[in-house]
């Protein structure tokens, strides 16, 4: 039994060595791609598989030509062969191809002869997709392709990384010094420079009054910028000394205002007296005669004199300086 299973084996090995013998030729055709838009191009890669020492011709291709009608050959590359082991040979062959007519075509097997005998490849088929072209389009449409664009010059790609994070770190650096020094410097002013004493409302005003009759503006003849700066004054005083935003409030929203203090509603006459003059100078444009200027002057005394803050009581072991000091500060 055992004789009879070694020779079936060994027949079979000489057949299988026999059959080896009588192929020693394989060919190979694979396409890169089988459907293509109209225009494109793929490869078809073509492969043959000898031994050394035969001469097979390799199928006859043209370039330019047509594989088939409708198929056009664009390029074929020079054979490039491979030493296999065993005393085989590997030649490949690409074949570019293209088509400008949608279809399917059939692309036959590629022959290779060797003496009497022929070695064929697989058959191909190559679908060709139309391109879409817009209803009413002419040959004129048609645009060439464009040329190969120089990208855009952009700095950042020319510089490395490492100097960005150094510029970023210098920044930093430069940030952060710019505030110490700044920072530093503001400091060292509020440190070095004195306060500056605070003069009480009274006393401004007292002063601004003062100067502004010895001005003599209406004495020359300029009557609206004499009642605008009485005005003005009497405006900063009000907003000092009472809290009261007059620089932005019109003559009738001031007097309302002080109506509703006790510290003013009974003087309130003459700052009405002197608002009513001034509107009528200023606005009616009236040249008022001199006593009214004088009278106006004497009742903005009068205003800032009866509305000035009354000194606090002493109380006890507090001396007459220390309560100056604390009269000096504007009431609200």
């Known amino acids: 039994m055992r004789n009879l299973i070694l020779i079936i084996v060994t027949l079979a090995l000489s057949a299988f060595s026999t059959v080896r013998a009588q192929q020693p030729v394989v060919v190979e055709a694979v396409m890169d791609s089988s459907v293509l838009w109209m225009g494109e191009q793929t490869l078809i890669h073509l492969s043959l598989t000898q031994d050394k020492d035969m001469q097979i011709l390799p199928p006859q291709i043209d370039v330019p030509g047509e594989l088939v009608k409708g198929v056009e050959v664009v390029d074929l590359t020079q054979p490039d062969t491979l030493s296999l082991n065993n005393n085989r040979l590997q030649?490949?062959?690409?074949?570019?191809v293209t088509s400008f007519d949608s279809g399917l075509y059939y692309i036959p097997p590629?022959?290779?002869?060797?003496d009497e005998d022929t070695f064929a490849t697989e058959s191909l088929s190559l679908k060709i997709v139309p391109v879409d072209v817009p209803e009413g389009a002419t040959a004129t449409d048609v645009k060439d392709i464009k040329?190969?664009?120089?990208?855009?010059?952009?700095l950042w790609d020319f510089i490395p990384a490492w100097m960005v994070i150094l510029l970023a770190v210098v920044a930093i650096l430069a940030i952060v010094a710019f505030w110490a020094i700044k920072h530093y410097k503001n400091r060292k002013v509020?440190?070095?420079?004195?306060l500056e004493k605070q003069i009480p409302p009274y006393d401004l005003a007292m002063q601004a009054l003062q100067q502004l009759r010895e001005s003599k503006l209406w004495q020359q003849?300029?009557?609206?910028?004499?009642?605008?700066?009485?005005v003005d004054i009497l405006r900063e005083y009000i907003d000092s000394r009472f809290g009261i935003n007059a620089m932005?409030?019109?003559?009738?929203?001031?007097?309302?205002?002080?109506?509703?203090?006790?510290?003013?509603?009974?003087?309130?006459?003459?700052?009405?007296?002197?608002?009513?003059?001034?509107?009528?100078?200023?606005?009616a444009k009236m040249r008022p005669l001199p006593d009214d200027n004088e009278r106006v002057m004497r009742q903005a005394l009068d205003f800032v004199e009866l509305t000035r803050p009354q000194p606090e009581p002493l109380h006890d072991g507090e001396s007459k300086a220390e309560s100056d000091e604390?009269?000096?500060?504007?009431?609200g």
């Not at 040329?147 to 952009?154: L, S």
């Not at 509020?190 to 004195?194: C, N, Q, W």
């Not at 910028?225 to 009485?230: D, G, W």
């Open 91 to 96: 030649i490949k062959q690409e074949v570019l």
């Open 110 to 114: 590629f022959k290779y002869v060797f």
């Open 147 to 154: 040329d190969v664009v120089a990208p855009p010059f952009v």
């Open 190 to 194: 509020e440190v070095t420079l004195p």
């Open 221 to 230: 003849g300029q009557e609206k910028q004499y009642y605008t700066r009485l």
């Open 248 to 283: 932005e409030m019109t003559s009738s929203q001031i007097l309302a205002a002080l109506h509703r203090n006790k510290d003013t509603k009974e003087v309130n006459k003459y700052l009405n007296e002197i608002l009513s003059m001034a509107d009528f100078v200023k606005f």
């Open 326 to 331: 604390n009269n000096i500060a504007p009431k």
